[in-house]
């Protein structure tokens, strides 16, 4: 019983504060800062997106599966995972994968102790041409992102857009 009412009491709580938030803007203000975030992001990911294209030759979605990948215990997950993590549908993330395959950059492993789980690993060649894309995105995002927020406001983004990963994840 009073976990339960502590737990009210919280709710309680963060109602009115959100209450009191929401009526510290009005409604063209919010919804034009909401605007203003969509476009920057979408302006900023098209260019670094392009530009690692033209460095490394790799689409967004190969070079997201390949990041992803790279940055993973033995360079592998299971293919399921990848998927949902690259927030691609199970056709989708297919198509991407089995041209990773054909290109020799990824390969289909089974798992040894469960027949229902197959991973995707990097190959050798995936393995160099992840970390090239890695390197090359570091530089265009130094130039892209970080020179024109630097290192405070960068920090004070990349956590802010983990609160709102949480709170609607």
Do not use: Q
């Amino acid at each position: 019983m009073k976990t339960a009412l502590g737990s009210e009491r919280v709710e309680a709580a963060t109602a009115g504060l959100s209450r009191a938030v929401a009526e510290l803007c009005d409604d063209d203000e919010l919804v034009t800062w909401w605007g203003l975030v969509i476009e920057g992001y979408h302006a900023t990911h098209d260019r670094v997106m392009g530009e690692i294209a033209d460095a490394v030759g790799l689409a967004p979605s190969s070079f997201d599966i390949l990041i992803r990948l790279l940055r993973s215990p033995d360079h592998r997950l299971p293919m399921t995972k990848l998927a949902k993590e690259a927030a691609l549908s199970s056709g989708g993330f297919t198509k991407v994968a089995d041209r990773l395959v054909a290109s020799g950059l990824i390969e289909r492993v089974p798992c040894e102790t469960d027949r229902r789980v197959t991973y995707a690993a990097l190959t050798e060649r995936g393995l160099e041409l992840a970390e090239a894309g890695r390197k090359a995105c570091a530089a265009i995002l130094r130039e892209r992102v970080l020179a024109p927020l630097g290192p405070d406001r960068l920090s004070y983004l990349a956590e802010t857009m983990r609160v709102l990963r949480a709170a609607n994840g």
